[in-house]
């Protein structure tokens, strides 16, 4: 005999409902996120120590103010100053740098280096003797010329004598006298701006 009470019962304790569903990944999702927050957070902090490290000691963007190196250089000209350079090579005659004004080095000045630590240096009739021997300074415009003479002197160790392009309207080494090779910040080796004058040196 079947007890149909006890089957009843017996099926009615069988759970058949359906699972319920699956919560949203919604720790997933939020993981992703932080992991991309992150990762972001990093690219940033990586590239502003980079920015930091070229343009303290590798690169410097410089603002050309005035017109003493005309007509090489105009006003508002943008440069790249390597700051680099001359731990590897020597400051030499002929090259363009950015440096601080020796009398007030809060400010910045960029000229041309004409003498080096040991030359003798001349100047009659705006003509540069360099150790006797005249100088052939093609990058000069007779526009820019000037015929005031400098007495003969010998450039200390570790200076330097720098002149403007525009040599009658140049403040420089004919009036602050030497720079010390610690305040020559680099040398210019690119022009980036104006566009049509871009131009590496």
């Not at 992150?38 to 410089?62: K, P, S």
Request: hydrophobic fraction near 40%; charged fraction near 25%.
């Amino acid at each position: 005999m079947i007890d149909n009470e006890s089957e009843n019962n017996d099926i009615k304790s069988v759970d058949v409902s359906p699972e319920p569903p699956a919560a949203p990944p919604t720790e997933k999702v939020y993981s992703n996120w932080r992991a991309k927050i992150n990762e972001w957070f990093r690219i940033i902090i990586t590239a502003a120590v980079l920015t930091l490290i070229l343009t303290n000691y590798v690169v410097h963007a410089y603002r050309v103010e005035g017109k003493s190196m005309q007509p090489n250089f105009q006003d508002r000209d943008l440069l790249l100053v390597n700051k680099f350079v001359y731990r590897f090579e020597e400051i030499k005659r002929g090259d363009i740098v950015v440096l601080l004004y020796p009398l007030d080095p809060d400010k910045t000045f960029l000229k041309r280096v004409i003498a080096e630590p040991g030359d003798v240096i001349q100047i009659k009739k705006g003509i540069v003797y360099i150790n006797n021997v005249v100088q052939d300074e093609e990058y000069l415009s007779p526009e820019c010329l000037s015929y005031a003479d400098y007495k003969t002197t010998r450039i200390p160790e570790s200076h330097y004598f720098v002149m403007g392009d525009h040599r009658n309207s140049s403040f420089d080494s004919r009036n602050f006298g030497f720079v010390p090779q610690k305040y020559i910040l680099g040398k210019v080796f690119l022009r980036y701006w104006p566009i049509t004058s871009v131009t590496l040196f």
